[in-house]
């Protein structure tokens, strides 16, 4: 009977606990059972915008898809043509180059042309002027000797009247 009442006791303290654990289950349940319809609630509002996006992105993802490949070409197109820029501008400094040194030589030639033409023409000008002026200073001293007077200009025999003289 001890065994028997001992047994009893420990179904009935059995009994206990899964009650406590069923009720315990119960209020969870609940409480689950109230966050879900807060959830619903607060995900209710939601739910339209987020099909409306949804539709929306399904809808402009091809023309996205369509930009990009765009934005690719073009980008591939502007790499090529800055390439040839950069040619057709390295060549065009060179020829520039080029052409810059052949306006060099031809201005320095020029120039070379000028100076010796100017030397020429002052020495054609000027040593028949000097002689010129010799033949004229010994003409005025034959005549002052021969008149008999003395150089009334004596400013006009200077030093460099001498090597003028022929």
């Known amino acids: ?21 069923f009720l315990t289950a119960r209020k969870t349940s609940r409480s689950v059972e109230l966050a879900i319809d807060d959830l619903r ?17 399904d809808r ?6 369509v930009a990009v490949n765009n934005l690719v ?12 820029v950069h040619t057709s501008a390295t060549d065009m400094i060179g020829r520039l180059r080029v052409q810059a040194n052949r306006l060099d030589s031809m201005l320095t030639s020029v120039m070379d042309s000028v100076d010796k033409t100017t030397g020429f023409v002052r020495n054609a000008v000027s040593l028949p002027a000097r002689q010129l002026g010799g033949i004229l200073a010994a003409l ?11 150089s009334s200009h004596p400013s006009l025999h200077n030093g460099q009247d001498s090597d003028m003289f022929l």
Do not use: K
């Open 1 to 21: 009977m001890v065994f028997i009442g001992i047994a009893a006791l420990a179904i009935l303290l059995q009994s206990f606990v899964m009650l406590a654990f």
């Open 41 to 57: 609630d607060a995900l209710v509002p939601i739910a339209p915008l987020v099909r409306n996006a949804r539709n929306t992105l």
């Open 60 to 65: 402009i993802s091809p023309q996205i898809e």
């Open 73 to 84: 070409a073009i980008t591939e197109d502007l790499r090529v043509q800055s390439a040839d």
């Open 140 to 150: 005025r001293a034959i005549t002052d000797a021969l008149r008999g007077h003395e």
